[in-house]
């Protein structure tokens, strides 16, 4: 069974103190693993789709790594509007569906002005 | 209008009531979903139509039923729903083939169950 786990669950900082989110994933062959935000009240918004070991993908002050276990989402000098929710999802290469992605709880995201 | 739009936004109802969730998507997406997200628990995926055929059944109970009448149309029909349902349920759209992973959601339907 395909599982995400994601650290921390909460996660406070100061506005420009750069920092981590870890999700950890197994699954039966990686398709693709997707970021997303949310806003509170809203909808998950997609950020970035990563497939294979060593891949990286930037926005902004966002840049998203991958090796074989886990994804990194990296947030470079944080404004107070990147708060949110930040959800982590993997979509399996085999096991028959093309269309199920396996999402982890998420790490909510705090930044003080 | 833009992007995916579910309506309506909060819904309350009783456990004997039946009432719908509509969402439209305007983004020429072939793929729609519906998702439950409940408090400290991940999203977890309910129906899922591509080319406006079911292609994904996740064991939902038989009280909610989905209807995709065209590629740009989605309806939850709920009846005789329990306390427990009561969550967000957000719809998403996407492209066939090797982008269905790249989701975009609706703001989602606020559902509480009296």
């Known amino acids: 069974e395909d599982q995400v786990t994601q650290s921390p669950e909460a996660l406070r900082l100061q506005e420009g103190e750069s920092s981590s989110l870890n999700c950890s994933y197994t699954?039966?062959?990686?398709?693709?693993l997707f970021w997303y935000r949310q806003d509170p009240g809203k909808g998950p918004e997609f950020l970035f789709t990563?497939?294979?070991a060593g891949e990286e993908k930037e926005k902004e002050r966002l840049k998203a790594t991958l090796t074989k276990k886990e994804s990194f989402l990296h947030i470079t000098a944080p404004k107070p509007e990147d708060s949110a929710t930040y959800l982590c999802?993997?979509?399996?290469?085999?096991?028959?569906?093309?269309?199920?992605?396996?999402f982890g709880k998420g790490t909510l995201l705090t930044v003080n002005p | 209008e833009t992007g995916v739009t579910q309506t309506p936004r909060h819904l309350v109802m009783g456990m004997t009531n039946k009432k719908s969730l509509k969402c439209e998507q305007h983004?020429?997406?072939?793929?729609m979903y519906w998702y439950k997200q409940s408090a400290k628990k991940p999203l977890e995926l309910m129906f899922v139509?591509?080319?406006?055929?079911?292609?994904e059944n996740n064991s939902v109970p038989s009280r909610f039923s989905p209807e995709c009448p065209n590629s740009s149309h989605l309806f939850l029909h709920l009846h005789t729903l329990q306390p427990e349902d009561s969550a967000l349920y957000l719809c998403?759209?996407?492209?066939?083939?090797?982008?269905?992973?790249?989701?975009?959601f609706g703001e989602g339907s606020r559902l509480t169950v009296l």
């Open positions: 998403a759209s996407s492209q066939e083939g090797g982008r269905s992973g790249e989701l975009f």
């Open positions: 699954v039966s062959g990686l398709r693709g």
């Open positions: 990563l497939y294979s």
């Open positions: 999802a993997v979509q399996a290469l085999s096991g028959g569906s093309n269309y199920k992605l396996t």
């Open positions: 983004l020429g997406h072939n793929a």
């Open positions: 139509y591509s080319l406006e055929e079911r292609v």
